[in-house]
């Protein structure tokens, strides 16, 4: 069952709970190869990519205790400090192990992620950064072999903001002889989430969540419980949709103030939004005007938010001009858009959208995460049937959509 078939034209109404953050559950995952004790996560998102995270880390000696949304993580011993082809072809963000492994056992081989659809990803500045500390990291068949007797802190500036680099580094630091610097580190909300999980293992982190962060290493750390953050993402997904298929939902268990850059372009693009301490409302009574946006490092607008503005683009009042500046292939949905009846022109990294009436039903072909995010929210408005194909791409970060949107009334199902 790879394709979802939605039926267009319904308003949203209703109320969802949001689910954890994947972003920020991966690199907690990871947290727990830094410690002997165990680590117990609640709120884990119930998803493709925290599956082949808990395969990752079990292939590595890692005791691994999954129910419903809790997951207990218990890295006694490191077996095997290895992630193979095999499974980080299946998901980039298992570079995440290199940092913590190279940390606790001074060894680490971890294979090379690749490109993917929406660019090219290097991953220099983890390795730029991890070397800075001491290690020493060669490039082998394919894999980053990797060791150090024990790293060492160091003034680390990095060349341009990384999400994930700076988890990396922010990891291998905590257990390092002597204080890191992280300068022009990502602010984003995930990395915030990840330093309390560290900081409640016994980390000594300042700054996080700011462009300095400053790592005081320690001996070793200790166990923890933590509850991960609500996905930012998800929230802001369902958001554009009720902004585009017009309607009124509620979203709870969310973090409004991790949405800020989102919830200023949904109130341009005409919704009425309220929000409390973990819940958001949105009403949009008429069809949206065009809003631009222009993708950036948090807390400006979110490169993974893209794909869903352009698909409200598609209906909205006006022209809109998306700009993406952080990956350098992004539009791969504005073809699919096109294939419903949508005005786009794209001009580099930006995509002029004219806004239509009406879009129309058709096939389409998901291409990653987001982009598949937005043609669903295509699909919601566009005139009779649209059959997203290839939805495994939606699995990877969108606990339950087709439930959720259900609930919300929209008409959808899983087709074979
Ligand atoms: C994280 O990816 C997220 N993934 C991405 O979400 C998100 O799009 C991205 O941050 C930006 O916000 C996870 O957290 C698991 P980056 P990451 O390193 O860390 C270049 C989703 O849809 N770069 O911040 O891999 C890179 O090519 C996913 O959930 C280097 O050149 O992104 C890109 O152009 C998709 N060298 C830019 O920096 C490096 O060493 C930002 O990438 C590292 C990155």
Redesign the pocket.
């Known amino acids: 069952m790879d394709k979802l078939k939605i039926t267009g034209g319904r308003p949203l109404e209703g109320e969802v709970q949001v689910s954890g953050a ?3 559950a ?2 907690i995952m990871c947290a727990a190869l830094l410690s002997a004790k165990p680590l117990a996560l609640t709120n884990v998102p119930r998803l493709r ?1 925290v599956s082949t995270m808990a395969r990752l880390l079990a292939q590595m000696g890692v005791a691994v205790e999954r129910s419903e949304h809790s997951t207990v993580l218990h890295a006694k011993a490191i077996t095997d400090p290895t992630a193979t082809y095999e499974l980080v072809k299946t998901m ?2 298992s ?2 192990v290199l940092g913590p492994l190279l940390a606790r056992c001074g060894e680490a081989k971890v294979s090379l992620p690749g490109g ?1 659809a ?11 950064g991890l070397q800075a500390m001491g290690a020493t990291i060669s490039i082998e068949h394919g894999y980053m072999q990797a060791s150090a007797r024990r790293l060492r802190g160091a003034r680390i500036v ?10 990396n580094l922010m990891m291998a630091a905590a257990l390092a002889e002597g204080e890191t610097l992280l300068e022009n580190a ?1 602010r ?1 909300p ?1 990395v915030l989430d990840l330093a309390r999980c560290l900081g409640a293992m016994g980390a000594k982190i300042e700054g996080a969540g700011s462009d300095v962060i400053r790592i005081q290493g320690v001996r070793s750390l200790g166990g923890a419980e933590h509850r991960v953050m609500p996905d930012r ?1 998800e929230t802001g997904t369902y958001l554009a949709a009720a902004a585009a298929a017009g309607g009124k939902i509620r979203l709870t268990g969310a973090a409004p103030k991790t949405l800020d850059a989102t919830l200023d372009k949904l109130r341009e693009a005409g919704s009425k939004i309220i929000v409390t301490e973990s819940s958001i409302e949105i009403e949009t009574a008429r069809r949206p005007v065009a809003v631009s946006v222009r993708t950036a ?2 807390p400006a607008f ?3 938010m893209q794909a869903q503005f352009m698909a409200l683009a598609c209906v909205a009042d006006g022209t809109a001009l998306i700009t993406e500046t ?3 292939n992004r539009f791969m949905h504005a073809i699919e858009l096109q294939r419903l009846g949508a005005d786009i022109r794209l001009e580099g990294n930006t995509a002029v959208v004219r806004g239509v009436e009406r879009l129309q039903g058709a096939g389409v072909m998901a291409t ?3 982009a598949s995010a937005g043609l669903v929210i295509a699909a919601l408005v566009a005139e009779g049937d649209t059959v997203v194909d290839r939805i495994y791409h939606l699995d ?2 969108y606990e339950g959509l087709e439930k959720k949107l259900g609930l919300l009334g929209a008409r959808i199902e899983r087709i074979a």
């Open positions: 994947k972003n920020a991966l690199p990519d980039r963000a570079v995440l993917c929406i660019g090219a990803r290097p991953v220099d500045q983890h390795v730029k990095m060349d341009l903001v990384t999400v994930t680099g700076t988890e990502a984003e995930e993402i490092p948090y979110a490169t993974d952080i990956f350098e990653d995460l987001r990877r970060g």
